[in-house]
C-alpha cells in the first residue's frame, strides 16, 4: 500500500468500503476487485482496500477482534505482539507502579494499545513514515497515546518512567541473527536503562544465552505451543531480578516456570512415560526443572526429552505414554507397523538427521490405524519410541502443576 493508497483508505468513503468488504477470500480477490474497479472506485482505493482485508484476516489470530478497527503493513503485522502476550507486557508495567511509558519501535501500534488498555500513557515513536501514520489511526481511540513519527532513540525521556523496545529483526526480507544488525541495534537500546532503568525488550526466541545481559529477567513466551518472542526485562520490570524463565500461554491461561535455581536433571532408563517439554521452556535452558517437577530423567544428556513412571499434570510438558521401543531401522520400523495397520503416522523427532517426510513416504503406510513415533537419542543411541498422547487423563493425577 502506497501513501495515495493509505490517503485514500482514510477517507469517509475508502472506510465504507473496507468495512463492507467480505471475509477475505484469496480466489475471488481478483474479480472482487475487478468488479469494484469497474464501479467507477479508483485503483489505488481498490488495491489498498482488498490488501487491508487480506491482512486484516491474518491478523486476526494474533488480535482478535481488534484487528477489524486497524491497519497494517506486513512488516508490521509480522513483527506485532499478540494482544495476550503484550497484555502481560503491560500488566508489568502497571503492576511495577509505572505510568507514562515510552514506545521506541511502535510499529503498527500493537503494544502501545496494550499499554493503553490498562491505563498507562503512551509516547511511541515509529521511524518509518507510513508506518507511523498507521499506528495513529490504530490508536485513535486512545487519547493518552501520542504517536510520534521519528527515531525512538532521540526522544527525549524526560518524564518518562518506563521504556519499552521491539527491535526489527528482518533485512531484505530476511532475519537478522546478529544483535548488532537489529534496528536499532540491540546494545544502542540497552544503554536507555542507563536513563530510564525500567526497560523492557522484546526480541526473537533465537538469541543465544551469551548474547543475554547479565542483569536481565529473561523470560521465553508460548502461546499454545508456538514460542513467540523472549522479553528481556530489567530494573523495576524485573522485581524478581535476573535470571530465566518460561511463560506459558495454554489456551488463554498463564503458567510461568521461574526457579530460583535452575535444576540439572540425571539421564536414566525410559520408563512409562514420555514428556516433550514446551518451547519456550527448552530456549530457557530449563528442561531440569520440569523433569523435577514429574520425577522424571532425561532420557539422553543432549536430548529435551524427559522420562518418568510416574504421570504428572503439568502445563510445561506435554505428555505420552511409552507403548514401545526399538532400535531405529527402516525395515525393522516397516515392518512393526504393518503388522498394527498403521496407516496415518504422526513422527515427532529430536537428535536425529531423519526428515519425518521422507521417512514417511520410505515407510509405504497402510492401514486404517493411527499411531506417533518419537525418533530421537536414547543413552547416545539411535531409537524408535512408539507412545501415545496422554490426552485429558493426564488432568485427573494429583501431581505439581504451574502457577
Partial sequence: MDADGLSRLLTPDG??????????DERLAMPLGERLRAEGLHPSLVAAALTQSRLRGKARAKLGDFADGMLFTPAGLEQATRLEVGAHHARRYRDAGLAHVADLTCGIGADALAFAGVGLRVTAAELDEMTAAIATVNL???PEVEVRHTDGLTLDLTGVDGVYADPARRAGGSRVFDPAAYAPPLDAVLAVRERVPALGLKLGP????????????????SVDGDVVELG??????????????ALVLVGGQPHVLAPDEVAHAHVGEVGTYLYEPDGAVIRAGLVGDVALEVRGRLVDPTIAYVTSDELAATPFATAYRVLDRMPFGLKRLRTYLRER?????????????????????????????????????????QTVLVVEPVGDEVTSTNAPGGS
Avoid: C, M, N
Avoid at 503406510?365 to 525418533?375: F, P
Fill in 15 to 24: 472506510w465504507a468500503l473496507l468495512s463492507a468488504l467480505p471475509p477475505y
Fill in 140 to 142: 485513535r481511540h486512545f
Fill in 206 to 221: 533465537g538469541i543465544a544465552h551469551r548474547d543475554l545481559p547479565d542483569d536481565a529477567r529473561a523470560q521465553w513466551v
Fill in 232 to 245: 528481556l526485562w530489567f530494573g523495576p520490570l524485573a522485581p524478581e531480578g535476573p535470571g530465566r524463565s
Fill in 341 to 381: 495397520g498403521v496407516g496415518r503416522l504422526t513422527i515427532k523427532k529430536r537428535g536425529t538427521a531423519v526428515v519425518p517426510e521422507q521417512l514417511r513416504r520410505q515407510l509405504d503406510l497402510r492401514g486404517d490405524a493411527t499411531g506417533t513415533i518419537v525418533l530421537t537419542r536414547v543413552a547416545g543411541h
